[in-house]
């Protein structure tokens, strides 16, 4: 049988970049990111602060939090948040509605948070 491409699919991911936290100096929730067709989530954190504290939560349909486990691209650690700076953390979002990257605390300085998803 002859091969051709009338029959091939072809699946092009999707990618779109968010950001959490834009150079936050107090403590807070910051942006929700709607988990819609994307499977994976890369967050990238930096900034100056001294001293930070980040949790990792998904959120469902009714507003409930869940932490959420993410791993660490740097050293493949797992965690549902980190204390640390200039990091990436992966999280598989599929299936999820909502994903919250909540700043606790914030020391010294300011704190960025953005994420990559892909479908």
Do not use: C
Request: net charge negative; glycine share 10%.
């Amino acid at each position: 049988m002859t091969e051709t491409t009338e029959n091939v699919v072809i699946t092009i991911p999707d990618k779109t970049s968010f950001t959490f936290h834009d150079s936050a100096t107090t403590a807070s929730e910051g942006e929700e990111f709607v988990v819609g067709h994307f499977r994976e989530l890369t967050v990238k954190i930096s900034g100056s602060s001294t001293s930070r504290e980040l949790k990792f939560f998904s959120i469902d349909k009714n507003g409930e939090k869940t932490e959420l486990g993410a791993t660490n691209k740097t050293d493949f650690q797992l965690g549902t948040g980190t204390l640390n700076t200039n990091e990436n953390w992966d999280i598989d979002i599929a299936g999820l509605y909502k994903i919250m990257i909540e700043l606790v605390s914030v020391n010294g300085g300011d704190v960025t948070v953005k994420g990559i998803a892909v479908s």
